[in-house]
């Protein structure tokens, strides 16, 4: 017979495991589920899990889609680390972009290679403000950042709505909701010439590399470890869980309107209600996908990356519905946070054999 | 006649206003427990895909009803399978069940759109609502009454009976109730499964009352508005009735505005006012501590027992 | 120079060389490929749907001589390019883009693909291998104007719009000035929903209408939820997109339809024959883009007549919805006695007829 038996500290083993037991059983019970409703679960697996990452011509596409989801996700561990629960990325990622696009139109007829590196300053601090807010009603009045975080969401897709039709529509634009696209200066440039990789991926890589020695090697670092796993100690140890509210969120906010400016100015080259996608909300699942660690979310986005590729691949190939590229996402995650057990726990044969059953 | 119109104004406000009150008042149960499902737009469409299946295969609406509330049911005991019993983290696993309830129904439905049922119709017959004053007692349909009973039900269960007694303290301090011998995970799971349930029947409402039909993504966001809500109303009941039937007065006259040629404020500002209410809310809340202080249960979102 | 279009026409070389195993070893047998992209899902029942509705007249056209796949779903900004991108190396040989908000990736994608042919719908950007093509949906909305005009006693009809773009915009001038010939007193109240799709928000919107007395209904928003309500209310209604008279079998006067698989099958002719050439097309009634569904019997004979009449005049080239003398509400003459309203002034309206109430 089997049981659960606490372990005493949790598994390193299975901490890097898991995830891949995750995979593993997202692919068979897709293969299964989908085979069982009458598709080709084989072909479809394949298409949505391999061919993009054995087709070269795909992984630019990876890098594309990764980075802004890496980029919040890096900001967002810092916080749930800390215990502070910003699920408002794709608002501060909203706010970023529209921080971004102002210094943009304002500066439409100038050139200079300044105005990229303003509209990215604007980028970030337009995210950082928006998450000022819950930060301040969290350490000042106590009032729960994850109820805040995911209103102002909300408030910044229609206020994103209300410019792009209002005051910022393109008047050039045959009266579509859209701005005016930026100029050549306002635009990421990108790598390779016809390249599609822009300058956010190496961007997004270096911040994964800062974000891991932060967290890792400095005092700061280890102030937001101790306040979120023991608050009590953090305490006593002289850290300001205020403070470490503030700088979770100012940091998370700044890397998501970063992350938002950087998506405006690269594949978009301009804002149009269609911009927000639920990157915040898909970057929590990378966070989580991701362990929490820097390093770990990098190949968190990349994996959810493959799952959009070759969720289209399915489709064009084995005619796979896109409704069935979400399930393949929720099962990964409902697979990944359900094999987080095996981190803490561990099964085993129980010790007393009488009492197996014959 | 213009009583005719304010009567019909009203019967469309309650319409709008029932789908997020039965999902925000299921929600509401379930974070007094201290669970933060944040899943409830993918339990909707559960429920909206699965109620209209089965009124459309089956005839009856009623048994769409009670099958689209199971279905929320069940799309809930996944969410409690994992937060509760594989202590995983309620944010994520609540985004996840989004996700999930938005793939499966749009898969499940594929064989359903295009096609219509006869819609749920008023409770009582027509003749009890002869006079247009009288249908704004009788002229509704069931899920209308049965959303009100349910606040009144939830309201006493909460604040009278010795349950509801017990589902706040676990909610408010997990780690005293098991300590009193209360079964912390099993009382939580039976709220979640009933915010699930409420949820389905949220769905429901869209698919067979207001729309009857069924499309992808159906209930349009809805799931958000009736998580604000829940805030909005400090978690409490009767203050959800409110903010529910306020919400869809303000989405009502909006539109009575627009067709009345009264260009009266932006479309966006307008949609996002629910959210900086229920922000507002939140923040007099914790500034007023005569009004009840802070209301939200102290262990919303926390897993038990503690990692 | 010459060494630029070397490494060019080498670039070009490694992309089809590289696109090459997922043909297959092309051969004159190979099925011609052609792929689709569309906004919505194609269980929308609304513009999407029709769209796919087209590609599955293709195929019931050509058989095995083409292979069609699409890929739904599809948000308008970077996604696109990449799913236009994975059409176009999966060995597509036309490729479908069916939303206005594909113009840029499309234009972008077509440039890396000269030998592939695009097609975007509702656009005005276009290139070599880049055609758009759009409807005349105006034509339908000057019919249903017509019934309007005759089956309103009130006087007033009621609009749910989407969004204040040119194709809205002129469909509810059209739709007013047909009304007008019939009745010179005929109001038109729009409400703009500011959302293609939202059932329950357009069905409250027709409700709105139907208070404020309007007795027709008729919407330019996705969903038949505007139609169920009519139904509900016992006044009249339009279908839009297709027939939706399973929906409201008394409300549904007629519907406009659209009918995408005659130009689809045109085109891929053409592509598969090599007459393929860029171009921009605006179909009607005449060219069967647009179609008036099967009239409900509640329609009286002289609305029957009036119907038939604009429905001839217009696929005869002697009635133009838009003929002068026009003049917008603000008073502005905008077409004198007896003009008709170029291509070019219609995909840029941004003003309303007299009567209009937006």
């Excluded at chain 3, 017509?146 to 809205?168: D, L, R």
Aim: with cysteine; glycine share 12%.
């Amino acid at each position: 017979m089997l049981e659960w038996r606490r372990r005493s500290e949790p598994s390193r083993a299975m901490l890097y495991l898991s995830p891949l037991i995750a995979i593993a059983l997202t692919m068979l019970t897709g293969m299964l589920v989908f085979t069982a409703i009458g598709y080709d679960g084989f072909h479809a697996v394949q298409a949505i899990f391999v061919t993009p990452l054995v087709e070269p011509q795909r992984w630019a596409d990876l890098g594309v889609k990764a980075a802004p989801l890496v980029m919040i996700a890096l900001g967002l561990a810092i916080g749930f680390r800390a215990n502070v629960w910003n699920i408002g990325a794709e608002g501060q990622y909203v706010m970023g972009a529209i921080a971004g696009t102002g210094v943009a139109l304002l500066t439409h007829d100038m050139t200079g290679w300044w105005i990229l590196p303003a509209m990215a300053l604007a980028g970030i601090l337009g995210g950082a403000a928006w998450a000022a807010i819950p930060a301040f009603l969290k350490v000042r009045l106590q009032v729960s950042e994850i109820l805040t975080s995911l209103m102002l969401s909300y408030v910044a897709v229609q206020f994103l709505y209300y410019l792009v039709r209002g005051p910022w529509k393109d008047p050039g634009g045959f009266n579509f909701p859209q701005t005016k696209m930026f100029s050549a200066d306002q635009v990421l440039p990108a790598m390779a010439e016809g390249s599609l990789v822009h300058l956010g991926i190496p961007v997004a890589l270096l911040l994964a590399l800062a974000a891991w020695f932060v967290m890792g090697k400095t005092v700061s670092g280890f102030a937001i470890r101790v306040v979120g796993r023991a608050p009590a100690a953090a305490r006593h140890g002289g850290f300001d869980a205020g403070r470490v509210t503030w700088v979770a969120l100012l940091a998370s906010g700044g890397l998501a309107g970063l992350a938002g400016l950087f998506e405006a100015a690269g594949p978009f080259g301009q804002l149009t209600p269609q911009f927000p996608v639920g990157y915040g909300f898909t970057a929590i699942i990378v966070a989580f996908l991701g362990r929490l660690s820097p390093i770990g979310i990098v190949f968190g986005g990349l994996v959810l990356a493959v799952t959009y590729v070759g969720g289209e691949i399915a489709q064009s190939t084995v005619r796979l519905p896109q409704a069935a590229t979400g399930m393949f996402q929720a099962m990964l995650l409902f697979f990944l946070l359900a094999t987080d057990v095996l981190v803490r726990w561990r099964l085993a044969f129980r010790r007393n054999p009488a009492k197996v059953a014959p | 006649m213009t009583s005719v119109i304010l009567v019909s104004i009203f019967m469309t406000l309650a319409a709008a206003a029932t789908p997020i009150l039965l999902a925000g008042l299921g929600e509401l149960v379930t974070e007094k427990a201290g669970v933060l499902n944040l899943g409830v737009e993918g339990m909707m469409l559960c429920g909206a895909v699965t109620g209209f299946a089965v009124a459309y295969s089956s005839g009856s609406v009623t048994l769409g009803v009670v099958a689209a509330a199971f279905a929320g049911f069940l799309a809930a005991m996944i969410f409690a399978l994992l937060t509760l019993g594989l202590g995983s983290n309620q944010v994520a696993t609540g985004l996840a069940l989004t996700i999930f309830g938005i793939g499966i129904s749009s898969l499940f439905g594929a064989g359903y759109v295009g096609r219509t049922i006869q819609r749920l119709g008023p409770l009582f017959p027509a003749d009890y609502a002869a006079h247009p004053w009288l249908r704004l007692v009788f002229g509704h349909d069931a899920l209308v009454y049965l959303s009100l009973l349910l606040v009144a039900a939830v309201s006493l269960f909460l604040r009278r009976s010795r349950m509801g007694l017990i589902l706040r303290a676990v909610g408010e301090n997990a780690d005293s109730a098991h300590a009193i011998g209360y079964r912390v995970l099993a009382i939580r799971a039976a709220a979640t499964g009933f915010g699930g349930a409420l949820a389905g029947l949220g769905g429901a409402y869209f698919s067979l009352a207001l729309t009857p039909m069924w499309a992808d993504r159906l209930t349009a966001g809805r799931g958000w508005i009736a998580l604000a809500l829940v805030v909005f109303a400090a978690w409490k009941p009767g203050r959800l009735l409110l903010g529910a039937y306020l919400f869809g007065a303000v989405a009502t006259f909006e539109l009575q505005a627009k067709a009345a040629g009264i260009s009266w404020i932006a479309p966006e500002v307008l949609a996002m006012t629910p959210y900086l209410a229920t922000i507002v809310v939140l923040t007099m809340m914790s500034l007023g501590t005569r009004t009840g202080g802070r209301n939200a249960p102290a262990c919303l979102g926390k897993p038990f027992p503690a990692p | 120079m010459s060494t630029i279009i070397t490494r060019r026409t080498l670039l070009a070389g490694a992309a089809a060389t590289s696109a090459l195993p997922l043909i297959g070893g092309a051969s004159a047998q190979e099925p011609f490929g052609v792929g689709f992209i569309y906004v919505g899902p194609v269980g929308d029942h609304g513009w999407s749907w029709t769209h796919d509705q087209g590609r599955l007249a293709l195929e019931k056209e050509y058989g095995a001589k083409i292979k069609t796949s699409f890929i739904e779903n599809v948000a308008e900004g970077p996604d696109a390019t990449r799913a236009l991108r994975q059409l176009a190396q999966a060995g597509n040989k036309l490729v479908f883009a069916t939303s206005f908000g594909f113009m840029n990736p499309t234009i972008q994608v077509a440039k890396q693909f000269p030998k592939i042919f695009f097609e975007h719908a509702t656009g005005y950007q276009r290139a070599e291998n880049v055609a758009t093509y759009n409807a005349r949906f105006y034509e339908g909305r000057a019919v249903i104007g017509t019934i309007a005009g005759h089956m309103s006693k009130a006087g007033q009809a009621g609009y749910i719009a989407s969004f204040p773009i040119p194709e809205v915009v002129m469909g509810i001038n059209a739709f007013h000035l047909a009304a007008r010939k019939v009745n010179p007193n005929f109001k038109t109240k729009v409400i703009w929903a500011s959302t293609w799709y939202d059932p329950a928000k357009e069905a409250d919107a027709a409700k709105a209408l139907i208070d404020q007395g309007a007795d027709v209904i008729t919407q330019h928003t996705d969903s038949p939820a505007a139609l169920q309500a009519a139904e509900q209310r016992g006044v009249f209604a339009f279908g839009q997109a297709s027939d939706m008279k399973a929906f409201a079998p008394k409300a549904h006067l007629t519907a406009i339809v659209d009918d995408w698989s005659g130009y689809y099958i045109k085109r891929v002719k053409e592509a598969m024959d090599g007459s393929w050439k860029t171009g921009d097309v605006w179909g009607g009634l005449k060219e069967g883009m647009v179609k008036i569904a099967p009239y409900n019997d509640a329609m009286t004979p002289a609305a029957r007549a009036a119907a038939d009449e604009v429905q001839k005049g217009i696929i005869a080239g002697t009635l133009h919805p838009f003929t002068g003398e026009l003049k917008d509400q603000k008073g502005t003459l905008r077409l004198k006695a007896g003009e008709t309203a170029s291509d070019e002034m219609l995909s840029k309206m941004d003003w309303y007829v007299d009567g209009v109430q937006a």
